[in-house]
C-alpha cells in the first residue's frame, strides 16, 4: 500500500478514508424460512425437553464439527461449568485458563468452587502459551481450558500431549470459534470437551445459548444429566429410570426449540460464511503484511479455515509508544471506521469480583504478555465487518494503514 504517509489525518483536517463512517453486514441473520419454522414450533406448543428442532441440531453441528455427541444448553457459561463437572473438577482442584479471554472462563471455574490459574498467552496468537501452561502444572491441576480467541486458535497439539500425560482435562473454549477446524476436523472435536456459546454477537446465535460436544460417551451422559436435573440421556420428561452418580450436582439448564430452529437456520449457511471471512481475512491480511507498526493476529499453526469472532491487530510499540489507545481509535473514527479494543488480563476486569488469594492464582505473579496487549493497543474489528464487500475491506485495510504511517501526526493531536 502506497503514499499512505502523504495523506493528512482526518483528525487533523485531512480528507478521510471514507466520508461516510463504514458499516459492518447486519448482525444476525434473520430469513423467512426461520421466521416460519419458528411460528409452527410456537403453534405446535412443542418448546422444550429435548424436542425435535433440539435433537436435530445437536446431531447436525456434533457432525459438522466430527463429534460423536452433543449437548445442548443455555448459555456457553454453563456449558464450561457443566463440562468441569463433567470431568469431576471440584473443590480443591486447579484449572489453568488463559489470561487474556473473556470472564466467563474463569468463573465458570469457581462457580463449581475450583480455583482457576491465569496462564499467560502467546504474543502472536493471542491464545494460551502451551509451554507456560506446562510450567504452571502443580499436583492439584484438574483441567485446562485453551480458548480459540478471536480469529486463532491454540496450539492443540502441543497443550493436548502435555495434558494427556499429566491426566489432565482439556476443555476447549470454543465460544468464539462455531464452524473452525484444526488439521480439518472442527475445533471442540479435539479435547475432552468442547464448549460452545450461541449468544447475540457470535458468529452462530440465537440469542442466548450454548453446547458442549464431546466424543466421549461417558462424559456425554454425565453432561446430558448436569443440564436435565439428573435425567439420563433420552429418557422421556417424568420417566428417570436411573439417578445420577452420587454428588453429581445436577441443574436445569435447557434450551428451547426456538433457539434450535434459530441456529439450525444459520448452520446451514455457516461453512459459506466462514469461507468468506477467511477469504476476506486473507485479504486484509496482504494489504497490511510489512507496515511498520501493526500486527495481526497469527492465525492458528495448523487451523483452516478459521471462524473468526473477530479479527484483531496490534499496534505495536516500535511506532506507537506513547501514543494512548484511545487517540487511535479517535483517529480511525474520523477516517471512518470504529472498532472494538481487546480483552485486558481476566484478574483486572472490573466484573471478575472474587476475593483474591483463594479464588484464583496468577502463575509467576503476573502475565506480561496479556497484560502488554490489553495495555499497548489491540483494535478487534467484530466478525460481521468480514461478511463486508471486497471494496470496504480495501477501505478498512486502508485506513489502518493510513493511521500506521502517520504516527508522528498523531502523537502531535491533542
Ligand atoms: C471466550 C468466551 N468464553 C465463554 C463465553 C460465555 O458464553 P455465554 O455468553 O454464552 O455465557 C464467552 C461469551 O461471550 C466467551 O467470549
Redesign the pocket.
Known sequence: MKNIKMEKLAIAGGKPVSVKQLKPMDWPPRDKATAKKLCEVYMSGKWSFNGTEEQAFVKEYAKFHGAKYGVFMV???VT?QCALAACGVGPGDEVIVPAL??L??STAVNQIGAKTVFVDIDPLTLCLDPQKFKEAITPKTKAVIP?HLYGSNADLDVIISIAKKRGIFVIE?C??AQGGKWKGRGLGSWGDIGSF???QSKTLSCG?G?ICLTNDEKLAGLLYRLKHIGYAANTAQGKAASGPPAGLLCNNYRATEFQAVILRGQLKGLAKLIALYNRNALRLEKQLAGIPGLRVQARGRLAGPQSYYGWAVTFTDDVFAGIPFSSIQKAMTAEGLSTWGTYGPVYKHMLYNLPKNSAYRIANGKCPVAEGIASSKTAVLPHPWLGSDAATIDLIARIFAKIAGNADALRAVK
Request: zero cysteines.
Open positions: 448459555n456457553g457459561t464450561l479471554t473473556w466467563a472462563t480458548v473454549d465460544a468464539h456459546s450461541f449468544q442466548e450454548g
